[in-house]
């Protein structure tokens, strides 16, 4: 783990990371050549993105190695963050 701020991402930015007819993909692929900080991730997000990337076993493969190598952290959220999720709303 490094020093950096950590970054929440969702399904969107990771499906564009592997899916290459992503309206988003270069963009996406650009943040990630020059992101320092630790990427976090739900299991509700990762299960998604393993859903929208289906059609390809092989990537969802690789995404999987990437959690492996802890590319992308998943936390799991605990019953108190969601009383403070639902305050930014």
Same mark, same amino acid.
């Given at each position: 783990?490094?020093?950096?701020? $950590? ?23 650009? $943040? ?30 690789? $995404?999987?190695?990437?959690? !492996? ?5 998943? !936390? ?11 305050? $930014?709303?």
């Amino acid at each position: 783990m490094n020093n950096y701020p $950590f970054i929440l991402i969702d399904t969107g930015i990771i499906v564009a990371f592997y899916d290459i007819q992503d309206y988003y993909h270069q963009q996406v692929l650009d $943040f990630f050549n020059t992101c320092n900080s630790q990427l976090i991730t739900t299991i509700a997000c990762v299960t998604e993105v393993m859903w929208l990337l289906s059609p390809n076993i092989q990537v969802q493969n690789e $995404f999987l190695l990437a959690l !492996e190598k802890e590319a992308f952290i998943c !936390e799991h959220l605990l019953p108190s963050d969601y009383q403070r999720i639902s305050q $930014f709303y």
